[in-house]
C-alpha cells in the first residue's frame, strides 16, 4: 500500500505564482524525500529533509517536516511553466535499507 | 553523475510473452537497486529490492514467479516479466542507491509495457 497522500492531487497556476504541495504519512520515518516526475519519464530527485530537520531550502523549493503531524510540504515560489510535472512525496517508513514508500502526488499545472 | 539507464524504453508484445528490461547504473556501482511499477496518473508502487549477488527481496503481494529479478553485477540489474498478460501492462521503473542509509534514489527513464 501506499505510504501516505498528497495534496491537492491537482494544481492550476500562473508562472509566478507560488505552488504549494502537502503530503502526509503514516509511520516513523528516517527521512522524507521529494521527487518530480515529467510525463511519461523517471523521477528526479529534489530534495532530502530529514527527521531531525524542519525546513530545507534549494533554490526555488522549500520543504518543511512536521513529524508530529507527520506531514510535509513543498513550496515552488515564483513557479515557471516548466516546473509543470507530477511531484511526489517518498518516506522510508523507518528502514535503512534504502526503500522508499511514494504518495500518490500532486500534478502541478503551470500556465504561462 | 549517477545516471542510469533503462532499456528498452518501451515494448509491445504478444500476451504469453516474456519480457526482460534492463537497468543499468552507468557511472557508478549499485548495490541495491529497485523495481516499481506505475499505473496511469497513479503513484509508484515498489514491487521488489534488487540486491546485487543475492535473492530479490519482493513487497507484499507481488508474485516473485511472475517478476523475476536477476543482480548479477554492481551495474545491472534485471526484471523479467515472464509470460505477461495484459493486466502486466504498466509503467516499469528502476532506481538505484550510491549508499544504502539516507540517500536519494537515481531513477531510470522507465520502460512501457503494452501486452496485446
Known amino acids: 500500500s501506499q505510504q501516505g497522500e498528497e495534496d491537492p492531487q491537482a494544481l492550476s497556476i500562473q508562472e509566478g505564482e507560488n505552488a504549494t504541495m502537502n503530503c502526509s504519512y503514516k509511520?516513523?520515518?528516517?527521512?522524507l524525500q521529494w521527487y518530480r516526475q515529467n510525463s511519461g519519464r523517471g523521477l528526479v530527485h529534489l530534495i532530502l529533509i530529514r527527521s531531525n530537520e524542519r525546513e530545507k531550502h534549494s533554490g526555488r523549493l522549500r520543504v518543511t517536516l512536521d513529524t508530529s503531524k507527520k506531514s510535509s510540504s513543498l513550496l515552488i515560489t515564483a513557479s515557471r511553466a516548466a516546473d509543470t510535472a507530477s511531484y511526489f512525496c517518498?518516506?522510508?517508513?523507518?528502514?535503512?535499507?534504502?526503500?522508499?514508500?511514494f504518495g500518490r502526488g500532486t500534478q502541478l499545472t503551470v500556465w504561462p | 553523475g549517477a545516471v542510469v539507464s533503462q532499456h528498452p524504453s518501451w515494448v509491445i508484445c504478444k500476451s504469453g510473452t516474456s519480457v526482460k528490461i534492463e537497468c543499468r547504473s552507468l557511472d557508478f556501482q549499485a548495490t541495491t537497486m529497485f523495481w516499481y511499477r506505475q499505473f496511469p496518473k497513479q503513484s509508484l508502487m515498489l514491487m521488489a529490492t534488487?540486491?546485487?549477488?543475492?535473492?530479490?527481496?519482493?513487497e507484499q503481494g507481488v508474485e516473485k514467479d511472475k517478476f523475476l529479478i536477476n543482480h548479477a553485477s554492481l551495474t545491472l540489474s534485471t526484471l523479467t516479466v515472464t509470460s505477461a498478460h495484459p493486466e502486466d501492462s504498466s509503467f516499469y521503473i528502476c532506481s538505484a542507491l550510491l549508499q544504502v542509509v539516507g540517500q536519494p534514489q537515481h531513477f531510470g527513464d522507465g520502460t512501457r509495457l503494452s501486452i496485446l
Open positions: 534488487s540486491n546485487e549477488g543475492s535473492k530479490a527481496t519482493y
Open positions: 517518498a518516506t522510508d517508513r523507518g528502514s535503512t535499507l534504502g526503500r522508499l514508500y
Open positions: 509511520t516513523s520515518i528516517n527521512n
